[in-house]
């Protein structure tokens, strides 16, 4: 924001005749810029660089290690609860090495689902790939084995 009574350099004039109350101040928004900012906000979501964009069956195998991803996520945060809940009643709960284990695996697959959703075409489908085999792999060795 800039002041009314800045001149050019940007200092400001004395005024020792105006209250407190009486100082004025006008927001200036350069429409251009505010242009600008909007379109640098967007372009995080966006592929760059002239490459395409991935159809629908690459969109559906994103969303679906999304989602294994996220039900990834829900079921550390559970695991979590159950484990506090547990240990305030007196009982054992999952154990702690459970929930490191699944923490871990979590955030791994969260990051490689980020990187999958921000990369390009083949950096893409393997970070997608990796995520689904993290989530796969966590619960093939906690739940199943």
Not at 19 to 32: C, K, N
Not at 83 to 107: C, D, I, Y
């Amino acid at each position: 924001m800039r002041p009314t009574g800045a001149d050019e350099d940007g200092a400001m004039r004395a005024s020792a005749d105006r209250g407190a109350d009486e100082v004025t101040t006008r927001p200036r928004i350069a429409a251009g810029h505010h242009r600008e900012n909007a379109d640098r906000a967007t372009d995080a979501f966006h592929i760059v660089d002239g490459a395409r964009r991935p159809g629908a069956v690459g969109r559906a195998f994103r969303g679906l290690t999304g989602a294994l991803t996220a039900g990834l996520l829900v079921l550390a945060v559970t695991l979590v609860g159950v484990q506090l809940w547990g240990s305030a009643l007196g009982g054992v709960g999952p154990g702690w090495r459970m929930l490191l284990g699944h923490g871990l695996a979590s955030v791994a697959a969260l990051l490689l689902q980020l990187a999958a959703d921000r990369g390009r075409r083949p950096v893409a489908l393997w970070c997608s790939l990796a995520a689904m085999l993290v989530v796969l792999g966590t619960l093939t060795y906690w739940w199943w084995l």
